[in-house]
C-alpha cells in the first residue's frame, strides 16, 4: 500500500485512498477473480487497477458511495478484460510438450537441424518457439520471464553462434 500512497500527493487524498482500499479491496478481487479465475492474475489486475485509482483519486468524492464502488469495480473489469485479451495474443506451451517436440526431431542429413539440436535446450526451445511456431520475441521474453531486450540478443548471439559453426563446415 505504500507503493500507492506514494503516488498521491495529498494527505487528504491519500486518507481517501487508504479507506477505499480497505472497504473495497476485497470485492474489486472478487470482481478480478471471477473473470479470470487465476488468483495471480487477479492480484496483477489489482495493481494496476489500485495504481490507476490512486493516480486519479480526483474522480472519488466519497469512498464509502455506491458511485466510489461502481467506480473501482468497472476500473478492475476494464483491467481484467485486458488481462484477457493479452491471454489471448500469447498462447503458452507446455513444457513438457516442448521438450518431448523438440526430442522428437530425428537426426537427418540436414546440417542446420543437427547444428540446431546440438545447441543447449533453452537455446533450442528459443529457436524452436520462434521459427518452427513461429512466436515473437516479446512473448518468448513473458514465457521466460527475461526482459525483452536480453531475449532478443540472446537469440541474436544462437543465430550467430549457429552461423559460426555452419560455416566452419563451409556451408
Known amino acids: 500500500m505504500l507503493i500507492y500512497l506514494s503516488m498521491i500527493e495529498n494527505e487528504e487524498d491519500k486518507e481517501k485512498f487508504e479507506e477505499v482500499y480497505a472497504l473495497w479491496h476485497d470485492k474489486m478481487y472478487g470482481v478480478a477473480m471471477k473473470d ?19 493516480k486519479n ?4 468524492d466519497d469512498p464509502k458511495s455506491k458511485k466510489t464502488l461502481s467506480y473501482v469495480c468497472v476500473v478492475t473489469k476494464h483491467f481484467a478484460i485486458d488481462e484477457i485479451r493479452r491471454r489471448k495474443r500469447v498462447t503458452l506451451v507446455n513444457y513438457d510438450d516442448l521438450a518431448y517436440a523438440i526430442g522428437s526431431f530425428k537426426m537427418t542429413d540436414d546440417t542446420l537441424t543437427n547444428a540446431i539440436l ?3 535446450e533453452k537455446h533450442r526451445q528459443i529457436i524452436f518457439l520462434k521459427y518452427y511456431h513461429g512466436y515473437e520475441v516479446k512473448e518468448i521474453a513473458k514465457m521466460y520471464g527475461m526482459k525483452y531486450d536480453a531475449t532478443q540478443k540472446l537469440l541474436f548471439r544462437i543465430k550467430k553462434g549457429l552461423e559460426t559453426k555452419l560455416s566452419k563446415e563451409d556451408l
Open 36 to 54: 479470470l479465475k487465476n488468483p495471480y492474475d487477479a492480484e496483477d489486475v489489482l495493481i494496476e487497477a489500485f495504481t490507476y485509482i490512486a
Open 57 to 60: 483519486m480526483d474522480k472519488i
Open 118 to 120: 546440438k545447441l543447449p
